[in-house]
């Protein structure tokens, strides 16, 4: 069974950056996909990003692009989100998913999930 601790939330003024890990323990396969998504207070859980475990192919929220960089070390079983250009609208507990197939923006598509990490982006 495949665990994920999530780390790197905080507070960041609205332009800043934060950089979240989600570092995975047991068995995973090349063939699924990790993500990231987030949920505000009072709203759905909703995708920002995912990438495969093999091949290069990353996938974003149009919210997100050209702002956040998914990435990740094989060798460290850790999956990265690099958010630049923070806005107030980006704050919310973001939550690491493994065990991901396609469709990989809907979380149903996933079957492990992280404790989550607030991110507050102050105005």
């Known amino acids: 069974q495949v665990q994920l601790v999530e780390s790197g939330g905080g507070l960041v003024q609205a332009g800043g950056s934060l950089r979240l890990s989600c570092a995975a323990s047991?068995?995973?396969?090349?063939?699924?996909?990790m993500g990231w998504f987030r949920q505000a207070p009072g709203k759905e859980r909703e995708f920002v990003a995912a990438?495969?475990?093999?091949?290069?192919?990353?996938y974003y929220a149009d919210s997100v692009k050209g702002r956040f960089t998914i990435s990740r070390d094989n060798a460290k079983n850790t999956v990265y989100l690099q958010m630049n250009s923070l806005k107030p609208e980006d704050t919310a507990v973001y939550y690491c998913a493994a065990e991901g197939s396609a469709p990989y923006y809907y979380p149903a598509s996933y079957d492990v999930w992280g404790q989550g990490t607030q991110v507050t982006v102050s105005s």
């Open positions: 047991g068995r995973t396969s090349s063939s699924y996909a």
């Open positions: 990438i495969r475990w093999s091949g290069a192919s990353t």
